[in-house]
């Protein structure tokens, strides 16, 4: 029997007192595309840079081709024939596609003949792969589908015989995700070993051959692709079962209740990051901006939740001006008039880390009664509340007292959203809801936001994940540099159509 | 005939002074490419001048002087690399005192072997170095343009001024053509890069720093062993955070920082040039007035022109590999 090419025999890796690994055992053979599946914080990427020498085992084994060998740096790993695009790429923005890709391994030490040799070899890889690549380009100019693959070549270049890509598909449109996929099949075609990490069972059930599940940084199963199904993969990474199809009532549609005309809004460097947008949302509606990340769907979250000032055009509740270029409510008059925010980035705008979780989960409130009589905290009260919010939004560890850090992303976003769904908004802005957060909270807060829908309230939802904008909205709009450049019923809307809109091509 | 002569005294010493400026910048460039922040260039300078004096004055020769002060000075960048990069302390903390300590070393030292708070023993011929006269600067002199050109200009300088001129397109060079240049630059944008390259990340960053001891030697040796002959308190005077203005003014580049070293230079020779002077319409101009003009080129350029320049991205962050 033929070794497999990489072995992984009880590997053990702790940061501090958190174990991310624990007695990892893994065979991956030559020629498939592997895929590890896991939920966020399962140990995946830890997992995975250990095997490129960028972290070291506590303890464990590492063989290639059945020869243990010691991985000191990831300099070790690439002489032995592994590569790794990470999920953010490891480019320098500010040099060409050829220095990042020599970077390390220059061959000589002033640049000269080896430069242009590495030149012409490059685009000998270029050509094999199809990849059309300009050499001499800026990485800063590249897109991020260019940029990929740009990483990829940089591991081909350099030897690569096993390929490890983290979460390779999170910034992609459809379209791009096709042509990463047919790069991939392609590079397996060519006898090269792929291991695929993702938290995305589609992906797995696409492209690989053979998967392995993580869970809670000990791995759980090994399994071929073609002998398992989503929801067995869904229910060993969660270890329950999940539903992972929304159940949604028909749309009950009220009267338009939040309207923008014509907003622009500038980011802090002063560029127009909104162009021109119009949009109503209607109560019982849930409305989905799809789009790129960076295409001005967070400086739009931010106009109308009061937190950015508006450059031109407004924004009415109830009919009423609530924002325009010389007026603005702020965050808390906003509140007061019933409209409720979830910002996209929790850490730095919907959470105070270092608080407690009830001093988070009142936050906003902490000055009304019954949180507070004149300028007093009850804490007997706080708890009180605080208990039972727990409990009904299902906060894992239920302990207020916990430092809100501590706790999983999934379940930092709960705390949030009990805070701005408590007072019933009749407005509703979402931004990422799930970014980052396991597939078991992922149900629950997709749960909660169809009961707000179909209570009446009206939601705006940002999305990065089409899936999560396919399965919620009501009606999507797509987002490209600024402007609103479609607006789709969500009947029979393909994902394909959507990547279109979102690459600005259609 | 006279007005030539002036132009021509006015950039020979244009030239002198911007000599530790242009050390003191490329030995900046190659901390602050590599990620770390370096405002103890003044520190280091001052520390410099001291050793090199002290080294020259017991050894007999300012060569050996000088190599005392480069060893001493890329100790003391060591130091600050493993405050800042070993122990991922905070670089301008670390650099602050640095800076500190040496004030107040120099001075104590001084007070400690020699009796007198912060000044060493005059230097003697042999134990300083002499201006270089250029071969046939006597004869050529006469010659109009080239002569004065020659030998007012070119001929009569200290080595150190030379070898600051000489070491621009040398760190231009080291930094733009060179795979250790590339490794540098990119250690200072993004480290991960680096690591993921595998290229040890600390290994760089020392060794920039080592390099950027080295250079700024030489402007502390140049002070206390060449233009002047002995060390005095706080004889740096501020020439380490003007060189780190030029540095951020001539965004990182070793060309441009040049230009705004010279810039610097100018206005000080400039200010000495015309003090005592009555100007035309003006009179006199008073003498605090002029001497605060480097300084003040210095606010106005900083505020007013480099409001663009992008720093390294990775500039001050202590590089953290596991979580």
Partial sequence: MVSPILELTDINK??????????????????????????????????????????????????????????RSPRDSIINGIGMVHQHFMLVENFTVLENIILGFEGETVFGEKLQKAKEDLEQLCQTYNFNIDLDATISDLSVGFRQRVEILKSLYRGAEILILDEPTGVLTPQEVDELFKILRSLKSEGKTIVLITHKLIEIMDLTSEVSVMRQGEMVGHTKTEDTSKEQLAEMMVGRSVLLRVDKKEIKKGETIFKVNNLSVKDDLDVTRVKDVNLEICSGEILGIAGVTGNGQTELLEALSGIRKVESGSIELFGEKISDQNNFLNPRMLKEKGLAHVPEDRQRMGLISDFKAHENLIFGYHDQEPYSKSAILNNKEITEYSNKVMQEYDVRPKSPNLITSNFSGGNQQKIILSRELNENPKVLLVGQPTRGVDIGAIEFIHQRLIDMRDKGAAILLASVELDEILSLSDRIIVMFDGKIVGEKENKNVTDRELGLLMAGVA | ???????????????????????????????????????????????????????????????????????????????????????????????????????????????????????????????????????????????????????????????????????VPLVFWIVFKTSFGLRLRAVGENPSAVDTAGINVFTMRYKALAINGVLIAFAGAHLSTAVNANFFREMSAGRGYLALAAMIFGKWHPKTALIACLLFGFTDALQIRLQGVELPAIGEIPVQLIQALPYILTVVLLAGFVGKAIAPNAIGQPYIKER
């Fill in chain 1, 14 to 71: 702790s940061f501090g007192h958190v174990q991310a690994n624990k007695n990892i055992n893994l065979k991956i053979n030559k020629g498939t595309i592997h895929g590890i599946i896991g939920e966020n914080g399962a140990g995946k990427s830890t997992l995975m840079s250990i095997v490129f020498g960028l972290y070291q085992a506590n303890s464990g084994s590492i063989k290639i081709n059945g020869k243990e060998i010691n991985l």
């Fill in chain 2, 1 to 167: 005939m006279e007005f030539l002569s002036d132009i021509a005294s006015l950039i020979n010493s244009t030239l002198r002074i911007s000599t530790p400026l242009v050390f003191a910048a490329m030995a900046g460039i190659f901390a602050e490419r590599s990620g770390v922040i370096d405002f103890s260039l003044e520190g280091k300078m001052l520390m410099a001048a001291f050793v090199a004096a002290v080294g020259s004055y017991y050894l007999g020769n300012p060569w050996l002087g000088l190599l005392l002060a480069i060893i001493v000075c890329v100790c003391l960048s060591m130091l600050h690399g493993f405050a800042s990069v070993t122990h991922k302390g905070d670089q301008v903390v670390s650099c602050v005192a640095i800076n500190i300590l040496i004030i107040g070393l120099t001075t104590a030292l001084a007070a400690a072997w020699f009796g007198q708070a912060g000044l060493t023993p005059t230097l003697n011929e042999d134990q300083r170095f002499l201006e270089i006269h250029l071969p046939f600067a006597d004869v050529l002199r006469d010659i109009p343009v080239i002569g004065t050109l020659y030998s007012d200009i070119l001929s009569g300088h200290y080595v150190f001024v030379y070898l600051a001129y000489l070491s």
